[in-house]
């Protein structure tokens, strides 16, 4: 692919098979236009942020070359959460399929429907522990090294599954 970019992205659900919808996620990636997926983390399982009434979340991290821009890629993002019968009901609550655009190349973006760096993924370690399996050298733009972030999570109680096939 022509000017191709690295994007990241989170991948989250805790319904109808939670693991099963990251697993064909993850897969649903390569196929978007224009991009291919080049990683993918290990699945891991993590308590939910914010209401505690649902199950606990399946988490994995992806990346991807696209020629899309990052907002072209949001939308297919959207519509592949769509095509899992994403419902948002309730904000942090429970859901089928939640794709969050991580990072984009170095791209530093603030739009009432795009934040990159995603404006939270510093802060999560269901974000960072996935995404250091597969881009521990990885910086984000303002200089945080991935790894390090990391390691200040690696309590957070999250339990490794199964790697991605």
Do not use: K
Request: proline content about 9%; hydrophobic content about 45%.
């Amino acid at each position: 692919m022509a000017d191709n970019q690295v994007a990241y992205i989170g991948l989250g659900s805790n319904l109808d098979d939670p693991l099963a919808q990251v697993q064909g996620a993850l897969d649903a990636l390569g196929r978007l236009p224009l991009t291919r997926r080049v990683a993918a983390s290990p699945c891991y399982a993590s308590r939910p942020v914010g209401p505690q009434d649902q199950p606990d979340f399946i988490n994995a991290v992806a990346a991807v070359e696209t020629c899309l821009s990052p907002l072209a890629l949001l939308d297919q993002l959207q519509a592949l959460e769509q095509r899992h019968r994403r419902q948002r009901l309730r904000h942090w609550g429970p859901r089928t399929l939640d794709l969050d655009l991580l990072l984009y190349a170095d791209v530093c973006l603030a739009t009432p429907r795009l934040t990159l760096p995603h404006p939270h993924m510093a802060s999560r370690g269901f974000v960072l522990l996935p995404l250091n399996d597969i881009a521990p050298a990885l910086s984000l733009p303002d200089g945080r090294q991935v790894a390090t972030l990391a390691a200040h999570h690696a309590g957070d109680g999250l339990r490794a599954l199964l790697p991605h096939r």
